[in-house]
């Protein structure tokens, strides 16, 4: 499956930006999809994943109650709603997909199989 993500830029604290990541390719519904980030000179974290229904979510304990997952299978769609934006969010932002029928959400970088090329968001003070 090929990602293209979008919707990075730069906003200030406070604000909100949704990010969105289209997927491509054969049956690329019947993926769980997730959302990573890296900041400079630190590893790529887990922000958020969803499984293939769209009906198990997964946030990490920083962006709970911030961000918001959700996924269009109609459009081969999965956005990444995020509120409440702080310095602290800004990174590169990657999506990922993991190409096999699973009913858990992984939370490291190699149970996803498929990435995007990521979308910049800097959050300014």
């Known amino acids: 499956v090929q990602l293209q993500a979008s919707g990075g830029g730069l906003v200030q604290a406070g604000d909100s930006l949704r990010l969105s990541c289209k997927a491509s390719?054969?049956?690329?519904?019947?993926?769980?999809m997730g959302w990573f980030r890296q900041a400079p000179g630190k590893e790529r974290e887990f922000v958020a994943g969803i499984t293939q229904s769209g009906g198990s979510t997964s946030y990490a304990n920083s962006v709970k109650g911030r961000f918001t997952i959700s996924r269009d299978n109609a459009k081969n769609t999965v956005n990444l709603q995020m509120n409440s934006l702080s310095p602290e969010d800004t990174a590169v932002y990657y999506c990922?997909?993991?190409?096999?029928?699973?009913?858990?959400?992984?939370?490291?970088?190699?149970?996803?199989?498929?990435w995007g090329q990521g979308t910049q968001v800097t959050v300014s003070s």
């Open positions: 990922a997909a993991k190409s096999a029928f699973t009913t858990v959400i992984g939370t490291s970088q190699g149970w996803y199989n498929s």
């Open positions: 390719g054969r049956t690329s519904r019947n993926y769980a």
